[in-house]
């Protein structure tokens, strides 16, 4: 394997150890060995702070509005310092979320990140998932009728 194949190997292995320890089980002090301190979500949700504890806070916020949530690598690529996963998660509704107050509502959203990393660490992030979807399923949006 060529140098630049073990990196993207390796960098694949970073967003996979990050969705598996940190957002599924909840290990958020495990972020501090994969993400960068001046981390940067260029697609933060409503109020996300930056950095690697801005983005602890907001993990924790969604464990919390969603304590059995799961997330599910359907495809990930690596070309050069960037990981694209697109993903799949699923959650039952039992806390506030965004302001919406908890449904019991079980989830399955889809989505895409765009993950750049920097010295083995993720340094920035752009997140894309189908909140509309969300908000139709938790009740807050009318689904189209069909």
Same mark, same amino acid.
Request: proline share 0%; no cysteine.
């Given at each position: 394997m060529s140098p630049i194949e073990n990196k993207q190997v390796a960098n694949k292995q970073v967003i996979r150890d990050f969705l598996e320890e940190v957002i599924n089980h909840g290990r958020l002090e495990r972020a501090d060995a994969l993400v960068k301190s001046d981390f940067i @979500?260029?697609?933060p949700l409503p109020g996300q702070q930056q950095g690697r504890e801005g983005?602890? @806070?907001?993990i924790g916020h969604i464990r919390s509005a969603f304590p059995d949530t799961h997330w599910v690598v359907e495809e990930m690529i690596a070309e050069g310092d960037k990981v694209v996963t697109r993903f799949h998660w699923t959650g039952t509704h039992l806390g506030p979320f965004l302001g919406i107050p908890a449904t019991g509502k079980t989830v399955k959203v889809v989505g895409v990140v765009i993950d750049r990393?920097? @010295?083995g660490k993720m340094a920035d992030s752009r997140i894309l998932m189908n909140e509309l979807s969300l908000m139709q399923q938790l009740g807050v949006i009318p689904s189209p009728q069909g």
């Open positions: @979500e260029l697609d983005l602890k @806070e907001i990393l920097e @010295e």
